[in-house]
């Protein structure tokens, strides 16, 4: 197959392994023809980095036509306005998570895709990697007999420290919890056991400002308001009758993630939803505990395999895994979760998806042709 060429907005931190693994471990089929920023300083360097040809505007990269794939890694609230200019100039457009930040853009934007007939795939793509892929197939295996339930935390520190340059988003929707980190966990388990049909749960925001207390951030001592839920615990009820429960707070010190799916014949601990491998093992009722090896290959970093998915997809015909429909219905839940805080109610979710189909056991570099 042919390459496909790819434009990349945004140079910021998260634009790194994007760029080293779409010019390194995904080569044979991507090749990054321009990179873009609102502080073109940014995409020189990156652009020098990683040895990508070209330095456009946003404008310029939108208008190549030999651009096929638009890589969005811009701020959450740029993401859906994004994708849509992206579209409109006959684009494929991948964005990082979340997919947009309320319905109806997403809506827009699946709309003008499926109009114009192009593809669109949003973060996380963690989950086809070695370790989310190998417990589906445990799963779809039969070795922890009918799953019924799941439990899920991501307890993280706050950013109180002002050391990351852009800060202040993870202090406003998009950057909370639930919609920074969530989508990992949502889409490992919608991966695992399939759509979510009803939500509820209580989302609390602890303060609402925070004093930068680090001496090495551009922001010290500055007093920032905080605009999101900062502590989130949400119950899932699946379609196919399982129930999981989702804890995400960003009100503590470090990295403490966890996530487990029960079964009528043993208990799965799955790796950190965040990454692509880790290690896996199953409970059993006889009380033995086994670790279990990777049946798929990409365990390491792999950020941007999931628009390698899309470039193989592009010229077979075939849906993309990570797509927006997935991102979209990651997305109702996020906001159903909010809502039912908020009302005190379950929350019926409008939209519904198939699972995500399963990489095959294959060859590392074209299994994703399939």
Request: proline share 6%; charged share 20%; glycine share 10%.
């Amino acid at each position: 197959m042919r390459k496909i060429k790819i434009g990349v907005i945004g140079a910021g931190m998260i634009s790194g392994i994007y760029l080293k693994n779409c010019t390194g471990m995904f080569d044979n089929i991507l090749e990054v023809k321009a990179i873009a920023d609102l502080m073109p300083e940014l995409a020189r360097k990156r652009a020098e980095e990683y040895n990508i040809p070209n330095v456009y505007t946003v404008d310029e990269l939108l208008n190549d036509p030999e651009i096929e794939i638009v890589l969005n890694l811009t701020a959450p609230a740029a993401h859906a306005p994004l994708n849509l200019k992206a579209l409109h100039a006959g684009k494929h457009v991948y964005t990082e998570k979340p997919f947009a930040l309320n319905r109806a853009d997403a809506a827009e934007v699946l709309a003008l895709a499926e109009q114009k007939g192009l593809l669109v795939g949003c973060a996380p793509d963690t989950f086809l990697g070695a370790g989310i892929q190998t417990c589906i197939k445990l799963i779809d295996d039969g070795w922890i007999g009918t799953p019924y339930s799941a439990s899920g935390t991501i307890i993280m520190g706050n950013a109180s420290g002002g050391m990351h340059p852009n800060f202040q988003n993870f202090l406003k929707l998009g950057g909370d919890p639930i919609m920074d980190m969530g989508p990992y966990y949502l889409t490992a388990l919608i991966a695992l056991l399939g759509p979510v049909s009803r939500v509820t749960g209580s989302a609390q925001q602890l303060k609402k400002e925070i004093k930068i207390n680090n001496p090495k951030s551009h922001a010290y001592g500055q007093i920032v308001p905080v605009e999101a839920p900062t502590n989130v615990t949400a119950v899932l009820d699946f379609a196919n009758g399982a129930i999981a429960s989702l804890q995400a707070a960003k009100e503590s010190f470090g990295y403490a993630p966890r996530l487990e799916v029960y079964g009528t014949e043993g208990n799965l601990i799955v790796p950190d939803p965040n990454f692509f491998g880790g290690t896996i093992s199953i409970k059993f009722a006889n009380g033995e505990t086994k670790e279990i090896p990777h049946s798929h290959p990409y365990a390491e970093e792999g950020r941007g395999m999931g628009v390698a998915d899309m470039a193989y997809a592009i010229q077979s015909g075939r849906e993309n895994r990570a797509n927006g429909r997935l991102a979209s219905h990651v997305l109702d839940i996020s906001l159903g979760i909010f809502e039912a805080s908020e009302t005190g109610k379950h929350v019926h979710l409008q939209s519904s998806i198939d699972r995500p189909k399963p990489l095959p056991l294959g060859l590392k570099y074209n299994m994703l042709d399939a």
